[in-house]
Each structure stands twice: as structure tokens, then as C-alpha cells.
């Protein structure tokens, strides 16, 4: 109940190509779902996040979609560049009570110039 | 700037050793957590603490211990080292404050190998 799965485990992508990066989740408390980006020798650092009561949200050449009745959610990245080439990470998360991350797998991402 | 370090960025020691990993941050965050991350598995819990006198298990606390020293410091340490401890470790911070969201802000990470 607690696992996020996320798949591919690695993408590789022809800059200008559309990368999507999947998550699902089983317990339906959780009402949080950021992405993180890490780039190689760096931390984490937050992406874009969407909490369940809209389907998409939109930043720049990012968007998460979200079904809810699915507990699936995915991040799109539109004209993909190299500089996007990087690992990503799926989370959730309950808002309320303890603010605990249950991080995916990770996908690395590798963006062809 | 406000800021997450992490002290040692790298550091090799042997089976058995007790090591000490530090993180500190002017971030002024009361909320401050200790992940691992392995090839494949992504990034695991293995301690966290929501203020200097609370400390909780993560998923993985097995074989490590940690100290909340200050607010803005939170130490890992491995009392007896052992090979598949050999991992990426970070801390991170957030802000209990409301409509700061549950963004976590990394450190740039320890690596971490036990010969």
C-alpha cells in the first residue's frame, strides 16, 4: 500500500521528442504527487507537483497528468532537450499528518542531440 | 544563500568502521531527513525528524543512527559499517510551515564506499 512503481527504469529520447515517465500508486490517502530532477553529482530538486483535485498541470515543456480513479500519474516533457537529459523521480505523498515521501525508482532519461 | 550541506561529499572506509555523516542547513527548515539511494531502487528512507527532540524510523533504519544536535544540524551515523551500506546518501529539509507546500530540498549528496 505503500509502494510507488514507476517505469521506464531508462528512456532514451530524439531531442524534439515528447519523454513520459509513468507512476502509479496504491494508497489512495496520498493527495501529493511531486517529480523530482537530479542531475549527475547534484541532489534532487522539485520539478513540478500536482495534488489530485485537477487531472493536468502544466509548467514550461512539463506537465503532469493525473487519474486519480486509476492512481496513475505521468510526467510529459514536450520538445525534449539534451539539457533535460537527467534522472527523474516520482513521489507521494499525504499532506496532512507527516509529509514523508514515498519516492519511484527513478527513471534516467538520455536526451539524442 | 540559504543552503543544504553535506559533510564528507565522498569517503571510503572499511567494514567495521563507525562513520559519521553531517548535514546542515540555513534554510531555517525544522524538518530535516536522511535518504539513501541505490541504483534501481531510487531514494529510501532511512531516518527523518519533524524537530530537535522528535526522531523517527524510516523505511530502512536498520544498522544507522542519527542525531538532531541543533535544529539546523542532523547526523548519520553507521555504528559498524558493512559493504552493502556503499550508497548515495542525502539529506533534506522542508518547511512544516503552511502554504509552503512539501517541496524537500536536497544536499548534493555523500557517497558513500565500504571496502
Known amino acids: 500500500q505503500q509502494q510507488v512503481k514507476q517505469s521506464p527504469q531508462s528512456l532514451i529520447v530524439q531531442k524534439g521528442g515528447i519523454s513520459i515517465i509513468n507512476c502509479a500508486y496504491e494508497?489512495?490517502?496520498?493527495?501529493?504527487f511531486p517529480w523530482y530532477q537530479q542531475f549527475p553529482g547534484k541532489g534532487p530538486a522539485l520539478l513540478i507537483a500536482i495534488r489530485p483535485d485537477v487531472s493536468e498541470k502544466k509548467e514550461g515543456r512539463f506537465t503532469i497528468s493525473f487519474n486519480k480513479s486509476a492512481k496513475q500519474f505521468s510526467l510529459h516533457i514536450m520538445d525534449s532537450q539534451p539539457g533535460d537529459s537527467a534522472t527523474y523521480f516520482c513521489a507521494a505523498s499525504k499532506t496532512f499528518g507527516t509529509y514523508k515521501y514515498i519516492f519511484g525508482t527513478g527513471t534516467r532519461l538520455k536526451v539524442l542531440a | 544563500d540559504a543552503d543544504v550541506t553535506q559533510t564528507p561529499r565522498n569517503r571510503i572506509t572499511k567494514t567495521g568502521k563507525r562513520i559519521m555523516l553531517e548535514c546542515s542547513q540555513t534554510?531555517?527548515?525544522?524538518?530535516m531527513y536522511w535518504y539513501r539511494q541505490d541504483p534501481g531502487l531510487g531514494l529510501r528512507l532511512i531516518y527523518y525528524s519533524f524537530d530537535v527532540k522528535d526522531i523517527n524510523k524510516g523505511e530502512i533504519s536498520d544498522g544507522y543512527s542519527v542525531s538532531r544536535q541543533a535544529q539546523a544540524k542532523f547526523s548519520l551515523s553507521l555504528e559498524s559499517a558493512i559493504p552493502n551500506q556503499t550508497a548515495l546518501y542525502f539529506c533534506?529539509?522542508?518547511?512544516?510551515?503552511?502554504?509552503?507546500?512539501?517541496?524537500?530540498?536536497f544536499g548534493p549528496g555523500t557517497r558513500l564506499t565500504v571496502l
Open positions: 533534506a529539509t522542508s518547511d512544516s510551515g503552511q502554504g509552503i507546500g512539501n517541496e524537500q530540498f
Open positions: 494508497n489512495t490517502a496520498f493527495d501529493y
Open positions: 534554510k531555517g527548515h525544522d524538518r
